[in-house]
């Protein structure tokens, strides 16, 4: 019996885990496109969300003229060939552009 529930519960959490990264991918495609050039960090946080990770720039891409500091949004349903969307900041926290990034594998 604890085995069958054991199974439940995973096979249950995997099925949660698969909706949530479904949803949070559709949100991300779908507020990208409302990110504008020149918009701030917060109006950024308030579109997308936390990011995955943030830094320096140049951590996928090369690094656009001007940038300081980059968000990286990792698209979760994609298992197999990993997607990311990197959002580049000047130094005063403004956006100096975006871009679509897919693993090459």
Same mark, same amino acid.
């Given at each position: 019996?604890?085995?069958?529930? +054991? *199974? ?8 949660? &885990? @698969?909706?949530? &990264? #479904? *949803?949070?991918?559709? =949100?991300?495609?779908? =507020? +990208? &496109?409302q990110v504008n050039l020149g918009d701030s960090n917060e109006v950024v946080r308030q579109l997308l969300g936390e990011p995955s990770?943030?830094? $320096?720039?140049? +951590?996928? !891409?090369?690094?656009? !003229? @001007?940038? !300081?500091?980059? *968000?990286? #949004?990792? #698209? ?7 997607? #990311? ?7 005063? @926290? =403004?956006?100096? @552009? ?5 693993? $090459?594998?």
């Amino acid at each position: 019996m604890k085995t069958r529930l +054991s *199974f439940i519960a995973v096979a249950l959490a995997l099925i949660l &885990a @698969g909706i949530w &990264a #479904y *949803f949070h991918d559709e =949100n991300l495609r779908k =507020n +990208s &496109a409302q990110v504008n050039l020149g918009d701030s960090n917060e109006v950024v946080r308030q579109l997308l969300g936390e990011p995955s990770s943030e830094g $320096p720039c140049g +951590s996928l !891409t090369p690094v656009p !003229t @001007g940038c !300081t500091s980059e *968000f990286v #949004y990792r #698209y979760w349903y994609s298992i197999f060939q990993p997607q #990311y969307l990197v959002v580049w900041l000047d130094k005063s @926290g =403004n956006v100096l @552009g975006e871009q679509h990034v897919r693993s $090459p594998f």
